[in-house]
Structures are given as structure tokens and as C-alpha cells.
């Protein structure tokens, strides 16, 4: 039986690398495969990694970028720019199209200069691999998304269903009203778990942040992706 196989491409953040423009080079982010799968209740998640230089400098009319670290004094450093949302986005969309991966997740900095909405989910084959890696959890915390919509609470249930029958108590921080009355009902009606609400998660031992830009997830990846030999794909 064919193993199912998604992928995942995350635009990380180089912190104080600066893309230098140069006039004979063709740009492309570099993307790696990395060595360590994610596993999901469905199959595996494969990483990959297209590491964002946090500035660029040089004439606009230049074609090509080329990584190298900025001076220690980064401060002092006049060519240092702040990257232009549209020739970032050109970027990352010829990098997708070059990959096909089956999503992508964007670094909160990467998010931003794009200017994104950390308020959005993350993709679902992300949040499955985090929690695999966390199963045997007797309790749980959730962080909703602060304008999260009811249609959230689907979302949570496919992804929570593998584990439900291991979890005895759930605690929800954020999120709108009627995303809790859901919550509530379903999981203390179907499985007999508690819900409780509360102003501030992270009592329990393991956290599911909903936010994309939060940095749990953050981390995680960087964990992934760091760990390991990871092979550049042309």
C-alpha cells in the first residue's frame, strides 16, 4: 500500500541576512527537503524549507539575490532595506509554483512585511504533526484565534478526533462566544469531556495555539527543519 505523503513548504526567516541584488543572476529562494517527516493520523508530512533573508539591499533594478550576514553595527549599515511586499510575494509565488507543495506556512516576520493576518489558521497537515508529536495528552489547551468564526470548531474536531478518547478535559482561551457553546456541547455531549473557558491558556500540559503567527508553531518548525541534513532541491 502506497504510504500518503503531504508536503509542506515553510518560508523561514534568516535573522540579520541581507539578499544582495546582483545584476547576472536569475533569482529564486533556495528550498531544502528535510531530512525529518512529520507523521500525521493520516499518513506523513515532508518539510520544506525556503529560508526569507530578513533585508535586502541594492538598486531596485537588479534581478538576482545573493545571501551574505550584514556587518555586526546592522544599525549603521545604509544599503540594509526593509523588503518591498510585492517583490517578496514574487518571490515566495515563483518558489510555491516551482515546488507544488500541498501548503505552505510563512514565518510571523515573513507574514507581516506581506501584511498578512497571524489571526488566520495554520494548514491543518501542520497542526496534525504537532499534535502527533504530543499524543498521550490527558488534558488540553486551546488558543482560538480572536475573530475566529464557528466554522472553526470542525476544523477541531477532525483534527482532535484520534486523541478524544485519551483527553479528559479541554480549556479554550480566546475565540467568540458561540465557537465555546460549540465546543462545549460536542465534546462534553459526544466523548463526556470537560470544557472550561478561561482568560489565559497554558496551565495544562500541552498548548494548541490557533493563531498562525504564534510561537509554538514557530518553533516547532524551526525545530524540524534545523535538526537533521537537509538536501537542496533544484
Same mark, same amino acid.
Given at each position: 500500500?502506497?504510504?500518503?505523503?503531504?508536503?509542506?513548504?515553510?518560508?523561514?526567516?534568516?535573522?540579520?541576512?541581507?539578499?544582495?541584488?546582483?545584476?547576472?543572476?536569475?533569482?529564486?529562494?533556495?528550498?531544502?527537503?528535510?531530512?525529518?517527516?512529520?507523521?500525521?493520523?493520516?499518513?506523513?508530512?515532508?518539510?520544506?524549507?525556503?529560508?526569507?533573508?530578513?533585508?535586502?539591499?541594492?538598486?531596485?533594478?537588479?534581478? /538576482?539575490?545573493?545571501?551574505?550576514?550584514?556587518?555586526?553595527?546592522?544599525?549603521?549599515? =545604509?544599503?540594509?532595506?526593509?523588503?518591498?511586499?510585492?517583490?517578496?510575494?514574487?518571490?515566495?509565488?515563483?518558489?510555491?509554483?516551482?515546488?507544488?507543495?500541498?501548503?505552505?506556512?510563512?514565518?510571523?516576520?515573513?507574514?507581516?512585511?506581506? /501584511?498578512?493576518?497571524?489571526?488566520?489558521?495554520?494548514?491543518?497537515?501542520?497542526?496534525?504533526?504537532?499534535?502527533?508529536?504530543?499524543?498521550?495528552?490527558?488534558?488540553?489547551?486551546?488558543?482560538?484565534?480572536?475573530?475566529? =468564526?464557528?466554522?472553526?470548531?470542525?476544523?477541531?474536531?477532525?483534527?482532535?478526533?484520534?486523541?478524544?478518547?485519551?483527553?479528559?478535559?479541554?480549556?479554550?482561551?480566546?475565540?467568540?462566544?458561540?465557537?465555546?457553546?460549540?465546543?462545549?456541547?460536542? %465534546?462534553?455531549?459526544?466523548? /463526556?469531556?470537560?470544557?472550561?473557558?478561561?482568560?489565559?491558556?497554558?496551565?495544562?500540559? %500541552?498548548?494548541?495555539?490557533?493563531?498562525?503567527?504564534?510561537?509554538?508553531?514557530?518553533?516547532?518548525?524551526?525545530?524540524?527543519?534545523?535538526?537533521?541534513?537537509?538536501?537542496?532541491?533544484?
Amino acid at each position: 500500500m502506497k504510504e500518503n505523503v503531504k508536503s509542506l513548504l515553510y518560508f523561514g526567516l534568516q535573522d540579520k541576512i541581507c539578499a544582495k541584488r546582483r545584476r547576472w543572476d536569475i533569482y529564486s529562494l533556495p528550498i531544502y527537503r528535510c531530512a525529518r517527516r512529520g507523521i500525521t493520523p493520516n499518513g506523513r508530512l515532508q518539510y520544506y524549507y525556503a529560508p526569507v533573508p530578513e533585508f535586502y539591499v541594492g538598486p531596485d533594478g537588479y534581478k /538576482g539575490l545573493a545571501s551574505y550576514s550584514l556587518p555586526e553595527n546592522q544599525n549603521r549599515y =545604509r544599503g540594509r532595506h526593509e523588503w518591498r511586499a510585492e517583490k517578496l510575494r514574487e518571490y515566495l509565488q515563483e518558489a510555491i509554483e516551482r515546488l507544488k507543495p500541498d501548503d505552505y506556512y510563512l514565518h510571523p516576520t515573513v507574514r507581516r512585511i506581506l /501584511g498578512g493576518d497571524n489571526d488566520e489558521l495554520p494548514p491543518l497537515p501542520l497542526l496534525e504533526a504537532m499534535l502527533y508529536e504530543k499524543k498521550g495528552f490527558p488534558s488540553l489547551d486551546i488558543i482560538l484565534p480572536k475573530d475566529s =468564526r464557528t466554522g472553526v470548531t470542525d476544523t477541531l474536531i477532525s483534527l482532535l478526533t484520534p486523541y478524544l478518547s485519551r483527553i479528559n478535559t479541554i480549556t479554550v482561551a480566546g475565540g467568540e462566544e458561540g465557537v465555546y457553546q460549540e465546543l462545549e456541547e460536542y %465534546f462534553n455531549e459526544e466523548y /463526556g469531556i470537560v470544557v472550561n473557558r478561561t482568560k489565559r491558556a497554558g496551565k495544562t500540559n %500541552f498548548v494548541l495555539n490557533l493563531w498562525s503567527g504564534a510561537e509554538e508553531t514557530r518553533k516547532f518548525l524551526d525545530t524540524m527543519v534545523k535538526n537533521g541534513y537537509n538536501t537542496k532541491v533544484n
